[in-house]
């Protein structure tokens, strides 16, 4: 089974849509594909925004309940492929986790859709959460018709307008 682990700060917004409702899609597919969230800087104590809920519940996730994840040297090892939010996500993941280097990109990357970032929406008005959760929503769509599509192992990104994904 393939396990994929999203990542961003608090792991209380973009990681947790991007999770829930990847986890929904594959779910919906029947495919063998966990997936799990985390932050570089979650605590338990941080508050979920309703927003979260509410964006999931209109995509069919009903009683929605998640307490932030640190992002720990365990999680890393036992993921498959690490979908960060940013660009500053993934270096940091990778400064503080040198060996997760070649299966670690930006879930914008990985979804083949350029080198930006997915903004944090943490604090913003819910027409902002609606924004970034479209483009949640179009890059996990992307990434998971690739990791459909066939036995992957993750390399170092490839130079742009390449794939990362190498058959075996």
Do not use: W
Not at 40 to 48: F, M, N, T, V
Not at 123 to 137: A, N, Q, S, T
């Amino acid at each position: 089974m393939k396990k994929v682990l999203f990542v961003c700060t608090g792991n209380t917004c973009r990681s947790v849509l991007a999770h829930y409702y990847a986890a929904k899609l594959a779910s919906d597919e029947k495919l063998k594909i966990n997936f799990f969230s985390a932050g570089l800087e979650a605590s338990p104590d941080i508050r979920q925004p309703k927003a979260v809920a509410d964006l999931l519940a209109k995509e069919g996730i009903k009683d929605f309940k998640h307490v932030p994840v640190p992002l720990t040297g365990k999680l890393i090892k036992s993921h498959d492929l690490v979908l960060a939010m940013t660009a500053a996500h993934k270096a940091d993941i990778i400064a503080r986790y040198p060996r997760a280097a070649k299966k670690t990109l930006t879930l914008v990357e990985y979804a083949g859709f350029g080198h930006d970032d997915i903004a944090d929406p943490y604090g913003r008005d819910d027409f902002f959460y609606f924004e970034v959760f479209k483009l949640i929503k179009a890059a996990v769509k992307a990434a998971l018709g690739k990791l459909k599509k066939s036995k992957i192992r993750i390399a170092a990104p490839p130079p742009q307008g390449e794939t990362n994904v190498r058959r075996d």
